[in-house]
């Protein structure tokens, strides 16, 4: 059983910060990548960024200089921090990590937090 809590989603004016920040926990015999999801109302889910443990990054360009995604391995913990939000980055952030357990790999996403811009 794999567990992945999420936080730090709310209600922002257009410009503003939030940090999402996610733990996850469970039957994992090493962690991949974690990484954030979104999904607005009526589009796909899509990436947002993620982070190998090794470190390297990856974003979609919409964020590009105004997201940084960053993790704890020691604590299992992925960060998406959000600068200079807008409206458009209004959606429900779900946070995802894959997995390996025994001689598997696994995709795991967890329930979701809002994030909703204001103009």
């Known amino acids: 059983q794999v567990q992945l809590v999420e936080s730090g989603g709310g209600l922002v004016q257009a410009g503003g910060s939030l940090r999402l920040s996610c733990a996850a926990s469970?039957?994992?015999?090493?962690?991949?990548?974690m990484g954030w999801y979104r999904q607005a109302p009526g589009k796909q889910r899509e990436l947002v960024a993620d982070?190998?443990?090794?470190?390297?990054?990856n974003y979609v360009d919409s964020v590009k200089g105004r997201f940084t995604v960053s993790r704890d391995n020691a604590k299992n913990t992925v960060y998406l921090q959000m600068n200079s939000l807008k409206p458009e980055d209004t959606a429900v952030y779900y946070c995802?990590?894959?997995?390996?357990?025994?001689?598997?790999?696994?995709?795991?996403w967890g329930q979701g937090t809002q994030v909703t811009v204001s103009s």
């Open positions: 995802y990590v894959r997995y390996r357990k025994l001689l598997h790999w696994y995709d795991y």
């Open positions: 982070i190998i443990s090794g470190g390297s990054t």
């Open positions: 469970g039957s994992m015999s090493s962690i991949n990548v």
